[in-house]
Nanobody, 126 residues
Framework: QVQLVESGGGLVQPGGSLRLSCAASRRPLSTYVMGWFRQAPGKEREFVTAINAGGEVTVYADSVKGRFTISRDNAKNTVGLQMNSLKPEDTASYYC???????????????????WGQGTQVTVSS
């Protein structure tokens, strides 16, 4: 069982930056695919980005490409999400997820992830 805890959310003005962090406990993350998803009120959970177990391969949703960067530190059992040039449409609860596999295919499908954090709220507003 992997326990995931997100942190770093908050209120930021449009154009600003935030860095989210996801800390894992009970299991090392080095063999897990990690992803970030988000969900706005009244909308379905949507894929944001994912990173493979070794940290060499990443994939991003078109809506965040060039603005967001995912990273991982397997030694510290953490995954980060650097969010720059934030827009009001980025407002959502952001969730960290772990897939108990090194297979990176279908990384954007939330059904392929085994463990989820409780989420952290990001609000982009002036």
């Amino acid at each position: 069982q992997v326990q995931l805890v997100e942190s770093g959310g908050g209120l930021v003005q449009p154009g600003g930056s935030l860095r989210l962090s996801c800390a894992a406990s009970r299991r090392p993350l080095s063999t897990y695919v990690m992803g970030w998803f988000r969900q706005a009120p009244g909308k379905e959970r949507e894929f944001v980005t994912a990173i493979n177990a070794g940290g060499e391969v990443t994939v991003y949703a078109d809506s965040v490409k060039g603005r967001f960067t995912i990273s991982r530190d397997n030694a510290k059992n953490t995954v980060g999400l650097q969010m720059n040039s934030l827009k009001p449409e980025d407002t959502a609860s952001y969730y960290c997820a772990a897939r108990a596999s090194t297979y990176f295919g279908s990384a954007s499908n939330p059904r392929t992830y085994n463990y989820w954090g409780q989420g952290t709220q990001v609000t982009v507003s002036s």
